[in-house]
């Protein structure tokens, strides 16, 4: 048994060989995540579940620090609720989930189970909306979702999936810009700052907008692989929702009007980032700020290591703990040192302290970082200190690596044969002047499989010409193939 398990934790395809059957690997044999019966459908297991936490406990102060409130709204949305705007609708459609019956009995209106809460929260600011002294309202809500999806992948894409959506509403379209805008920079310093991982972001062009908005915006991410992945959007709703579900107001001069509404939101596929933005080989490397585990001791036995070691390495267990540091300590004696170190490698863990006897003599520890496996000889005394040099040094020095990825993956393309080029060597983000064509767009797409991820928010005048079509250039965008 002892050396299968030895197996276990080498069994990891490397990310050169085949990069999605390494993502998959990781995901397993971390035990973050496993399949079920129904497609789509994962369960989190414990590991990946804490990570979940301690990113929603970052998101929620941030949320919260910008005077939003958490609320909860039902499972269920009636069909007929989900059919008030037009565009949402038709956009869900295919991915919606129908509840028919309620135990043996047929039900005389079928229920979505929510794909995302716009009607349901919508229907209810109808009745609570009545004056501009009503407004701002600023909620937002934890909570699951369902959409049916044809692939399928952990965390990445699937059936049902955790997320937050906010869902505000205010007196003017300026207020609700400033809330869209907001919001995006809440979603960027909190993956730039905790995850570790750069973005690049701005506006989602009309044909990749979310259904039913006047606009959204997008924070995208660079995986290992010089793919995309949209990490968190946020959507100005103009009045097309306050129309549709007769969210109205009195303003200050006692005149009817509809109101202005957003909605934004990130999902546990921020899990999925972590695991690609960043891990090896060997396993996750995860930042020390969503670590479950930032530091491991692990004592080596050897000698009389019950009665030496363990004591010495219980006592530093206690001063980390108290120190804030969220530690443990691997005491299983049915597993090798060199086991241990490789499954706790597998699993991310920031930094690992060994202490054997030799380490009791000299009254010392070793700490062995996960990124580079740099070790450092650390008197018992200053363990606490130094760890936390450490935890801080590896946060930036992740965040600095995936900077670095981020920009030797992104070029300056001006011809269309170069972008095609780039695009089958999935090399990383294009960028390159558009014409705002949607069927220069939807050629780019068709052909490469690529799409515009963001339009930045702030850029000069381009004079170039659009990199499809050969007309002017009206913005400079970035093309990248995504998850």
Known sequence: MSNKKETFVQDITPKSQDFSQWYTDVVRKAEMADYTMIKGCMVIRPYGYAIWELMQQAMDRRIKATGHVNAYFPLFIPESLLKKEAEHVEGFAPEVAWVTHGGKEELEERLAIRPTSEAIICSMYSKWVRSWRDL????????????????????LRTTEF??????????????????????????????ETELAVPLIYGLKTDREKFAGALRTYAIEAMMWDGKALRAGTSHHLGQNFSKAFDIRFEDQNQQIQYA????????????????MAHGDDSGLILPPRVAPVQAVIIPIAAANWQETVLPAAQRLLRDLLVSGFRAKLDDRDAYTPGWKYSDWEMRGVPVRIEIGPKDIAKNQVVLVRRDNRKKEFVPMEEAGVRLK??????????????????????????????LVKAMEESRGFAVSPWCGSETCEAKVKEETGATVRVIPVSQPVTKKACVVCGNAGKYHVYFAKSY
């Open 162 to 191: 955790l997320w937050q959506e906010g869902h505000t509403v205010h007196a003017t379209e300026e207020e609700a810009e400033a809330e869209v805008l907001r919001m995006l920079d809440v979603y960027r310093d909190f993956v």
């Open 260 to 275: 202005w509404t957003t909605s934004w939101g990130s999902t546990t596929r921020l899990i999925g980032a972590l695991i």
């Open 389 to 418: 040099s450490m935890l801080d040094s590896l946060q930036q020095d992740l965040y600095d690596r995936a900077k670095q990825h981020l920009q030797t993956h992104t070029f300056e393309i001006d011809s269309y044969s170069e």
């Open 136 to 155: 701002p309202i600023l909620i937002n809500q934890w909570c699951n979702v369902v959409r049916w999806e044809k692939v399928t992948r952990p965390f």
